[in-house]
């Protein structure tokens, strides 16, 4: 993907009785192709790309899984949506129709927001300049910062938030919990309740927190690298 927007695209491929699978250079990780329909010539798979990505499409010999030969959405054809180990994220709320031989499924999926506003405590590396520490009433850019030793920082700077969460009933297997960092620069690493969420560099700078958020309060921790 060469633009700054997000894209998906039904692709083709010359392949013939092979079983395809998604590597994501980010992250190493090899994901099944849960969508994908093989004709006389080609594999013709969804794709998503976020912006400026890029994935490895692997075809492997073997036997193919169970899997749907075609999804659809209202005003959008193929919809956004990734594969993934758990099975088929979509990325838009909307009602989407997956398909293969035998059957057809018609998924609903929703989104419910917590926006993490108000004040965040910030920590700067000693002897950079910087002070020790500061509180931001809001997410900004150290570069707009009256104070020179933040506006001209460079180096890791460690945010500090606590937030509470409720839910009043327990997730199902194909419901999952995201913490969506939004724009920032250039690298950053996550921790929420003491455990690592990873390491990410470029967009979408989202991560999967369903196995680490609980009831009540939760501590986010967030490294920045610029």
Known sequence: NTTDKWISRECGFRQQSKVPEIWNPMTGEVVPVLVYNQDDKSIKIPITLAPFGSYFVVFRKGVSYAHYTNVSVSGQ???LMEFTQDGILFLNEGIFELKNNSESKLV?????????????????????????????SGLVSWTNDKNAGIKYYSGIGTY???????????????Q?????LG????????WLNGGS??????????????????????ILTIEVAN
């Open 108 to 136: 609903e999926n929703m989104h419910k927001v917590q926006v993490i506003d108000g004040a965040w405590k910030v920590s700067f590396s000693k002897g950079w300049g910087a002070p020790d520490s500061v509180v931001f």
């Open 77 to 79: 054809n193929p919809p």
């Open 176 to 180: 999952r919990i995201f913490i969506d």
């Open 197 to 218: 969420l990873g390491i990410a560099w470029a967009k979408p700078f989202k991560y999967d927190i369903t196995k680490f958020i609980k009831n009540g309060e939760n």
């Open 183 to 190: 724009n920032l620069s250039k690298v950053a690493e996550l």
């Open 160 to 174: 500090h938030k606590s937030f509470n969460y409720e839910n009043n009933s327990a997730l199902s297997k194909d």
